[in-house]
């Protein structure tokens, strides 16, 4: 036990250095800055990460675990269902790793991200007009044919255990001398770096964090159960997943944003601050102020600029006017 734990240890500390020269694409996950955005918001730029968005850890971590618990084997083919950014991920991890890739995707998202996924040489499955959750039972039922493997992101605890260990560590870690993060506030997609990161500000930081989930305005799942369109993609995939509903208790409140502010903020954000982001990190940002305002006990708010603008051009950078 004591030494698997002192393994485990290992593992997470190798994961907050970038091995110099790095070997792999995959070694240079990770270890993304925090920003300090003034006025007691701390954003973790999980954009820098390679494939540009917040689930290539996730995606990095569940693929390693599955190989290790022999789950996935060389030659087998890895499927999921995403309304983009795990599908970017895994597609460039099975290109790093020598495996194939099905991405199981809704048809009526941002064009860019199916084409990087096509970039890193996965074939893309389209189903229903944005339903993630269709896309999520065709991914888990090809995951079972022999040779496949379906790293199920919606539903697998390995997400939210990643999101502690890893991603969770290493904010703790970045944080500076004196201060406190009393509140979280993050965008809903599968819950898992919400709940993850949250599990480990309690446990280490603050056992009295306020956890903020953050969803659309139009599409209020969470707690309300109303599905509605909405531009916040990556986050609202129009179905409660498994691990926000496990972990409910966990969840202080929930936040509304409306689409076009999450939109004008990310514009707003690349254009004064240099930060170019998609709408759930405007989205984001402008939850973390809002929190602050409605309870002014609350000094510093910990959120995540989720992935890049670039992903987006087609949909919300191509007439701003700019
Ligand atoms: N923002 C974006 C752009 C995303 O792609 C995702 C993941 N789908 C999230 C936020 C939410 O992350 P999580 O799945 O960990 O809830």
Not at 180 to 192: E, L
Request: glycine share 10%; hydrophobic share 40%.
């Amino acid at each position: 036990m004591q030494q698997a734990q002192a393994k485990n240890n290992k593992t997470m500390t190798d994961h907050m250095t970038t091995p110099c020269p790095a070997k792999s694409i995959l070694d240079c996950i990770g270890n993304t800055p925090l920003l300090d955005l003034g006025d007691g918001i701390y954003a973790k730029a999980e954009y820098f990460n390679p494939s540009g968005s917040i689930k290539a850890r996730m995606a990095k971590f569940m693929i390693e675990k599955a190989e290790a618990e022999g789950l996935l084997k060389p030659g087998d083919t890895i499927v999921e269902a995403t309304s983009g950014n795990t599908g970017n991920a895994l597609s460039m991890i099975a290109a790093a790793k020598g495996y194939k890739m099905i991405v199981v995707m809704p048809d009526g998202y941002s064009n860019e991200r199916v084409r990087i996924s096509r970039g890193f040489g996965a074939e893309i499955k389209l189903v229903g007009h944005f339903q993630v959750n269709e896309a999520r039972a065709e991914a888990i039922r090809l995951g079972q044919q022999p040779g496949f493997y379906c790293p199920a992101q919606f539903d697998n605890e390995w997400n939210v255990e990643e999101n502690r260990e890893w991603l969770g560590r290493e904010v703790i870690a970045q944080i500076p001398a004196g201060v406190k993060i009393d509140a979280i506030v993050q965008g809903v997609g599968t819950g898992g770096t919400l709940i993850g990161v949250a599990q480990a500000l309690r446990q280490w930081h603050n056992p009295d964090i306020k956890v903020f989930a953050m969803e659309p305005s139009e599409s209020q799942t969470l707690e309300c159960c109303i599905v509605a369109d909405h531009k916040i993609e990556g986050i609202s995939d129009g179905f409660v997943p498994t691990i926000y509903d496990r972990h409910r208790d966990e969840i202080t409140e929930v936040i509304c944003v409306d689409s076009q502010i999450a939109i004008d903020e990310a514009h707003r954000m690349a254009r004064e601050m240099g930060q170019f982001v998609g709408p759930s990190s405007g989205a984001n940002y402008w939850a973390a102020r809002e929190i602050k305002r409605r309870d002014p006990s609350i000094k510093n708010v910990l959120t995540f600029l989720c992935d890049r603008g670039e992903k987006y051009l087609s949909l919300m950078y191509q007439d701003t006017g700019a």
